[in-house]
């Protein structure tokens, strides 16, 4: 029954029974149960739209890093990923080291020397995809200094048109 039906019916009942001051209390109990029902269903779905929007930023990230020859940081990745959708997401190996560590990082990788159109092309995107991980990061309230410095620093070059 949907929330109008249901205020509906109490107004019917009050009017058949005659106890408006019921009624009206028995509104109020509605309107509360309905706005917490909202907020709890927004709150669940904003978590799984940013927890879907993370997994096909990782599962991307993923594919460029393998399709490169970077084995160690694809497979880095392909497990966190894996992890995303499942009840216990990995959120420490992903704001970890591994990821936006120092030499041999995810983050740190350049997929390619950059000769081809497809070569820049993907290079871009790689830097567009830990841009918009560092952003899920911080939403999901992860970030750390180092996921928000890299993304900065990625958001500038691409400003400049540097890749």
């Given at each position: 029954?949907?929330?109008?039906?249901?205020?509906a019916l109490v107004v019917v009942v009050a009017v058949f029974f005659e106890r408006w001051?019921?009624?009206f209390l028995?509104?109020?109990i509605l309107a509360l149960v309905y706005s917490v029902y909202?907020?709890?269903k927004d709150r669940k779905t904003t978590a799984v739209n940013m927890n879907e929007a993370l997994d096909k930023d990782l599962h991307h990230l993923a594919e460029l890093l393998h399709k490169y020859g970077h084995q160690g940081q694809a497979d880095v990745?392909?497990?966190?990923?894996?992890?995303?959708?499942?009840?216990?997401?990995d959120y420490?190996?992903?704001?970890?080291i591994e990821v936006w560590g120092g030499s041999g990082a995810v983050w740190e990788v350049r997929l390619t020397p950059r000769t081809s159109s497809e070569q820049k092309g993907d290079e871009k995107s790689f830097l567009q995809t830990i841009i918009r991980i560092?952003?899920?990061?911080?939403?999901?309230k992860i970030g750390t200094e180092r996921s928000r410095s890299t993304a900065k620093i990625f958001q500038e070059w691409l400003d400049k048109g540097n890749i």
């Amino acid at each position: 029954m949907s929330f109008r039906g249901a205020v509906a019916l109490v107004v019917v009942v009050a009017v058949f029974f005659e106890r408006w001051p019921l009624a009206f209390l028995a509104v109020l109990i509605l309107a509360l149960v309905y706005s917490v029902y909202r907020i709890v269903k927004d709150r669940k779905t904003t978590a799984v739209n940013m927890n879907e929007a993370l997994d096909k930023d990782l599962h991307h990230l993923a594919e460029l890093l393998h399709k490169y020859g970077h084995q160690g940081q694809a497979d880095v990745v392909d497990q966190i990923q894996r992890t995303v959708e499942t009840p216990i997401p990995d959120y420490d190996r992903l704001a970890g080291i591994e990821v936006w560590g120092g030499s041999g990082a995810v983050w740190e990788v350049r997929l390619t020397p950059r000769t081809s159109s497809e070569q820049k092309g993907d290079e871009k995107s790689f830097l567009q995809t830990i841009i918009r991980i560092a952003s899920a990061m911080d939403r999901l309230k992860i970030g750390t200094e180092r996921s928000r410095s890299t993304a900065k620093i990625f958001q500038e070059w691409l400003d400049k048109g540097n890749i």
